[in-house]
């Protein structure tokens, strides 16, 4: 049996799938292109991130198409009702990516209460002929440790952001329209660890005492936040979304950074991927990374050996 890995798979995953005695094709096929790939080499598995979608007239006419698999946790690139209600299987890997994803948000944070992604674009500029200048304008930082950290969305990534918040010394609170609490365990190096009970609280609650807001959903119909929530949060609020595009209403994110109501921001995902728009990227008080937030070698170490496991399951049981 043949395995597409369009958006690409990790060494331990491909090796896996081999050793199960599948054949592993790592070949990126354009979208326009990927439907015909699929027919003309007999493909069972067809494993995606976020470049790769597949759509109904993809599954329709690929036939032979058994698995269809998603390296990460959204799924809104798949038509995954439909490609189940024909009798497709439809995996993904949720838990793969949620501490890489928990650490760029730190990232943010700790960059923006700093101004680091300021800074670093500003020294190698100014750095010889402005030093004293624009170390003052940098010299008023805040710390994390001691502010209250609010999650939107409090499911696996959620919960890792949690534990580094607690870890770090922030106070945390969580709003999920589904989750009611949550025991967040923080463990050390000794073997040691705590265990934190959070009860969820209404959203507009969390907006109101959160010193920063970090976004953890899934992709939604409509704005998570917009004008009206960022009139709720305090004065020089931080946030941060590495959740999906589409889930801040942008426009209204630069006018309440206009405004002061935002300090900063950090984006990893954006309305218009692959390209963001330009008062965006050109905003100073944004940190800006590209969709990146499962991208380090653990996480994608985990994701292809998680996705072998269920590709192995599901076709060599059945």
């Known amino acids: 049996m043949k395995v597409l890995a369009n958006d690409g798979i990790s060494q331990s995953g491909i090796s896996a799938l081999e050793n199960a005695g599948f054949e592993v094709l790592t070949t990126t096929v354009a979208q326009e292109q990927l439907t015909n790939y699929i027919i003309e080499n007999n493909i069972d598995v067809l494993l995606v991130r976020s470049a790769t979608k597949v759509r109904k007239d993809l599954i329709d006419a690929c036939e032979n198409l058994k698995v269809i698999g998603r390296g990460g946790v959204g799924m809104d690139n798949i038509d995954v009702e439909y490609a189940r209600s024909v009798g497709k299987h439809v995996i993904n890997t949720p838990a793969a990516s949620s501490q890489s994803v928990a650490e760029l948000v730190f990232a943010h944070l700790f960059g923006g209460v700093r101004f680091l992604h300021d800074s670093n674009r500003n020294m190698p500029l100014d750095g ?105 949060m305090k004065e020089g609020v931080g946030i941060v979304n590495a959740a999906r595009g589409g889930v801040i209403d942008e426009v209204a994110l630069i006018k309440a950074i206009e405004s002061g109501k935002v300090a900063f921001a950090g984006l990893d995902t954006f309305e218009e991927e692959p390209k963001p728009a330009v008062q965006v990227l050109m905003n100073g008080r944004i940190s800006l990374t590209p969709h990146i937030g499962a991208a380090t070698n653990e996480a994608q170490d985990r994701i292809g050996k998680e996705l072998a496991e269920q590709i192995i399951s599901i076709l060599k049981t059945s």
């Open 128 to 232: 010889d002929t402005r030093f004293k200048a624009l170390k003052k304008n940098y010299a008023k930082g805040t710390e994390l440790r001691g502010k209250t950290l609010g999650i939107i969305g409090f499911g696996r990534i959620g919960r890792e952001v949690a534990k580094i918040a607690l870890g770090i010394g922030m106070k945390v609170i969580a709003s999920d329209k589904f989750v009611g609490k949550a025991d967040i365990k923080v463990e050390f190096y000794n073997g040691q660890y705590i265990n934190v009970e959070i009860e969820t609280e209404p959203m507009k609650e969390i907006l109101k005492q959160s010193d920063f807001v970090t976004l953890h959903v899934p992709a939604q119909d409509k704005y998570v936040i917009s004008d009206e929530h960022f009139a709720l």
